[in-house]
Nanobody, 123 residues
């Protein structure tokens, strides 16, 4: 299963950006899709995640500013980021966990990451 992320870039504080991620391959079901970020010198942290059933979890630091949306049929997840702050500057990674068809009679689990996309918020 491969993840292809897009979006990101440079924006001024208070601006908006949208990140998109698509999962492809022999997918049986993607249970959780979400976004993480890693700022320089810091550990990777959860930004937002969405389950197949529609449950959503946000980091406290992005609540009311970021919105995650997911299309189960297309295996895609978007992150709409508004009111961006300089502290949101980081490399953002798409993550997907679920099940894939390993061969004709085997289903196995996966936990994969996208390539990362840089978001820079200037003050």
């Amino acid at each position: 299963v491969q993840l292809q992320a897009s979006g990101g870039g440079l924006v001024q504080a208070g601006g908006s950006l949208r990140l998109s991620c698509a999962a492809s391959g022999s997918i049986f079901r993607v249970n959780v899709m979400g976004w993480y970020r890693q700022a320089p010198g810091k550990e990777r942290e959860l930004v937002a995640a969405s389950t197949y059933g529609g449950s959503i979890n946000y980091a406290d630091s992005v609540k009311d500013r970021f919105t995650i949306s997911r299309d189960n049929a297309k295996n895609t997840v978007d992150l709409q980021m508004t009111s961006l702050k300089p502290e949101d500057t980081a490399v953002y990674y798409c993550n997907a966990r679920g099940l894939y068809v390993r061969d004709y009679d085997h289903i196995d689990g996966f936990d994969n990451w996208g390539q990362g996309t840089l978001v820079t918020v200037s003050s």
